[in-house]
């Protein structure tokens, strides 16, 4: 006698059926929901972070525009003293020291460090995502090359010993071995003194540029900073 499946039955089973799946798609569905929950509160850390590491970036950048642009001031005063024109004694220390000085290009990179280790794709908006990688991978090491290996921005190691060479003579130095005056007027061969005017023409123009580069990235950081607290809202 064959066995007949009452609609009862096909009932209760199509009902459990369903059932459980409704309870295994919520249960995924909850998952995905607090994966992706989870995902969105890690990528606002990030990006907060980042825009905090921005923001110093942004004084340490400036910090070495001063210095560059201090170094240009003093340019313009040796410059003065070569061509035997006036300047203020009082002022010889400080640009002398800030003559030749170098400087460093430091980035705090330990919010963009997480978000490589997390997966960059945890930024789910494209353009925020690639205007971040730029900065950090292209920007700011364009900026440390220049600063800290391309030659003619090393400004101590080349011009430093060849000005003393040739300057030093016409310098007072007071007994701690400070730069006290300069004694007018100075005494330089024609060919010293071409020398010397070429290399502050390049040490100027070289510092130019560099002020060019960090503006540059200033303005980039800045538009990245708009765009993270837009994305923060």
Known sequence: ???????????????????????????????????TRKDKYVEIKILSEINNGLKQDIKDIRLNIIGHQQGIQAVNYFQKII??????????????FSLFRNFISIQNSSGYQTLKSKGLEIIENDSLRLQILSLYENDFNSIRKLEEDYSELQFHQIYYNKFNDYFATNLLIDTEGKPLDVRFPIILGQKEKNILLLDLWRIKRNRMFILTICEDVITKIKALQQNIEEELQ
């Open 1 to 35: 006698m064959k066995n007949i499946i009452s609609i009862d039955a096909i009932k209760k089973f199509g009902f459990e059926f369903l059932s459980i799946f409704i309870g295994v798609f919520a249960a995924f569905a909850l998952d995905s929901w607090n994966e």
């Open 83 to 96: 061509l035997n024109q006036p300047v203020s004694k009082d002022s010889l220390k400080q640009y002398y």
